[in-house]
């Protein structure tokens, strides 16, 4: 767990050491701390901190909109907690729709409030828990706050709570909205007591006493008076007055941003190949510009990946002296630890070339960014009501997007924003972005209501209203992953199982049938590497042998016993049990070692044998076993068709598929190691629509064990 303390408090035996060196680093110590307390003053929201600390001792809801950078989420919970607001023993909890922006911001205002991370400031988000009990400023993804309600409906060990980034409108920031409405409402008219003091996460509990902690804060809840909650809205755009009208006319306040000016550069002709474009971009930038780093905003990890590489390659063919260029990568896909090497600066001499995925638009601050690069573009998750089904696609971005990226050029001084794009396209995007809940398969969302006790989804106060039939499609989903009873309540015990668990219904429900199916750990297995994206790796100057070397874990069973075969060859290289960790040297070298020769991304590789283990923790507190199913392939290929019947498809006369829920047609994505063999049945995970609708993820299956395996779905062959 991350939990190095970011503040040094002096400590006597400091000042025992003496010496030279003991010296120095005091001084520099000072300087720094000089130095954040200078940066802290000038900052635009230094100015109004009285205002604000006024206007939520008087207001129960406030919506404050600042450009990014001018200290709000750094700065005003402290102010909150230096005016008093946590005396009475409550937190300031502070949501954030990314996990990065939740950990580098708690770190920052530990480093800033001079204390041990996870003391007074803290952060938890998924699997990954750094506070205490005195943790009284707790930032955290807006997800977990949602799972925290689920054992605490009133959040009654907040006094305030603030939303961050609420522009953002991901899915979980909406529902949130809606649920801290409800909090609130409650809380200021319920008669309630002291918050159950629990430190227990979820994972630490049965689910009995899940359920007896939920009654006795409840009735708590119902003894003593609770006092009303505070809720603020931070947002980085002028959207305010949507906000302020779904909270009742809530008052705003306007915090001035500090915006030097940026150049904004677009192309004369439409770049028909923009990673292109943005190769010769940051090469035009590092060997004509001054100064400075630079930040390009690409769709997803793929892309950073094969770019990284491109720029490598093509910098040993420069002299010696201009190749001081390092590159650093930051999506959310990518390891906490690893993120935050955006943040360090670039050895000196040097200039820092961020690749970067919309993470960085709004979301973390990385310092020294003089040049962004925009291609234009934003990988979105879109839905089909229709055909119920969810795929991620490449879209253009929004103005307000687009501002949002070239703002990030002018925050230390002037800087460029090179668009890869006409000027008279920008004409052409969206205002803004379509918020998330109205773009995505909403059976989590449902899931999660229900399990809060939200059993009017329809009626549910969301500040945008998802579509009727997006809901009701949802909820027939849950139906028949058998998370609902037939009167649409949450099933018992499936239904609370997989509420508890913080993977998708599908995948949850694919863990409790494994469990039955005594495969349990092939379903781990395939869950966390499923979570992670590409693990293999295949670099185009060795493209041959690296399909060599997946050939040698392929079967023909198809994509997810070909990730059991990575998974366990990985764990075997090591020459110890199968679920060894990778906190050892050793171990990660040999891992590491053995990656490179199999062409295995070590990086995802990792990240998904740290899933592995946090899923695992969660399945056996449940009360499962992790059992394996051996070679028994078969056994694991008919629980996988029991859990994603949903996703079956069908080979057509032509070598297409269709796909038997959705009656879409779609093909087998390249990369899939059934491209070739083309079986009649197969089942898979994931549909991604580029200029076809490919699917990803698969294994093939026997047409009859669906209707054997999922009888509520398929009617008998008779
Ligand atoms: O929330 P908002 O975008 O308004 O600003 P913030 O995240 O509070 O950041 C304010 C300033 O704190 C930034 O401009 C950085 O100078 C600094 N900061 C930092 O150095 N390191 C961080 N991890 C976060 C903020
Ligand atoms: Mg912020």
Not at 472 to 501: C, F, N, W
């Amino acid at each position: 767990m991350p939990s190095l303390p970011n503040g040094h408090p002096p400590s006597s035996q400091n000042h025992q050491k003496g010496g030279k060196a003991q010296q120095h680093q005091q001084q520099q110590l000072f300087a720094r701390k000089r130095l954040i307390s200078q940066q802290r003053k000038s900052l635009p929201i230094a100015s109004v901190e009285r205002r604000i600390v006024d206007e939520v001792t008087k207001n129960d809801i406030l919506i404050v909109v600042g450009e990014t950078g001018s200290g709000k989420t750094t700065q005003l919970p402290q102010f909150l907690f230096n005016a008093g607001f946590c005396k009475n023993g409550k937190a300031i909890g502070v949501t954030q729709p990314r996990r990065v922006a939740a950990v580098t911001v708690a770190k920052r205002v530990a480093e800033e409030c001079n204390v041990e991370l996870g003391q007074k400031v803290g952060y938890a988000i998924r699997f990954d828990d750094v506070t205490s009990s005195s943790t009284r400023i707790k930032y955290m993804t807006d997800g977990l706050l949602l799972r925290e309600a689920l054992l605490d409906p009133l959040l009654s060990r907040y006094g305030v709570i603030i939303v961050d980034e609420a522009h953002e409108r991901t899915v979980h920031t909406d529902v949130l909205l809606g649920l801290l409405k409800k909090v609130q409402l409650t809380r200021s008219h319920s008669i309630a007591t002291e918050p159950v003091n629990n430190t227990k996460t979820d994972v630490d509990m049965s689910n009995a006493e899940v359920n007896s902690q939920r009654s006795n804060t409840l009735k708590a809840c119902q003894n003593a008076k609770l006092l009303p909650l505070k809720l603020i809205i931070m947002s980085a755009s002028l959207d305010a007055k949507g906000f302020s009208e779904y909270f009742g006319g809530a008052k705003a306040v306007y915090v001035q941003g500090r915006q030097y000016p940026v150049d904004i550069l677009y192309t004369y002709q439409p770049e028909p190949d923009y990673l292109d474009a943005t190769l010769i971009t940051i090469f035009q930038i590092h060997l004509e510009e001054g100064p400075g780093d630079i930040l390009a905003f690409l769709t997803g990890q793929e892309e950073i990946e094969s770019i990284e590489k491109l720029i490598h390659g093509r910098l040993d063919k420069l002299p010696e002296d201009r190749r001081k260029i390092i590159t650093v990568p930051i999506y959310s896909a990518l390891p906490s630890e690893q993120q935050m090497n955006a943040f360090k600066p670039a050895p000196s001499g040097f200039r820092k070339v961020i690749l970067a995925t919309n993470i960085a638009e709004t979301s973390v601050t990385i310092p020294g960014i003089k040049f962004v690069i925009d291609p234009g573009l934003v990988k979105a998750r879109s839905y089909n009501p229709v055909t119920g089904t969810e795929s991620l696609i490449i879209i253009p971005t929004s103005k307000a997007q687009a501002q949002q990226r070239s703002g990030r050029a002018g925050r230390e001084g002037p800087g460029k924003c090179f668009r890869l794009y006409p000027e008279s396209e920008f004409g052409n995007l969206s205002d803004s972005t379509i918020p998330e809940i109205k773009r995505c398969n909403l059976s989590n969302v449902v899931l999660q209501l229900k399990a809060l006790g939200i059993d009017d989804i329809i009626g549910f106060d969301f500040m945008e209203k998802p579509s009727r039939m997006t809901i009701v499609k949802s909820l027939e989903q849950l139906l028949l992953l058998g998370a609902l009873t037939d009167d649409y309540k949450l099933s018992d015990p499936i239904g609370h199982q997989m509420a508890r668990l913080p993977l998708d219904p599908i995948y949850s429900k694919a863990l409790i049938l494994a469990n039955e199916f005594k495969c349990l750990e092939e379903m781990l297995i395939v869950v966390s590497m499923l979570s992670v994206e590409s693990i293999f790796y295949f670099p185009r100057e060795k493209i041959e042998e690296a399909r060599a070397a997946r050939k040698s874990f392929s079967s023909p069973d198809g994509d997810h016993v070909t990730l059991v075969n990575v998974y366990r060859a990985s764990a075997e290289c090591l020459g110890k049990s199968r679920m060894v960790t990778t906190k050892d040297k050793t171990i990660e070298r040999n891992l590491n070692k053995w990656c490179i020769e199999n062409f295995i991304n070590a990086r995802s590789l990792k990240h998904a044998r740290d899933i592995y283990s946090q899923i695992q923790g969660h399945v056996q507190q449940m009360g499962m076993s992790v059992t394996s199913c051996g070679d028994d392939m078969l056994q694991f290929r008919r629980c996988l068709t029991a859990a994603f019947f949903l996703n079956a498809a069908l080979k057509q006369p032509d070598g297409m598929y269709r796909a038997i829920a959705s009656g879409q047609t779609v093909q087998i994505h390249p990369s899939s190691v059934l491209f070739r063999s083309k079986p009649e049945c197969i089942i898979f995970n994931e549909l991604v629509r580029t200029n076809h609708n490919y699917i990803r993820n698969l294994t093939r299956i026997d047409p009859l064990w669906l209707p054997e395996l999922a009888p509520q779905y398929y009617a008998s062959p008779n």
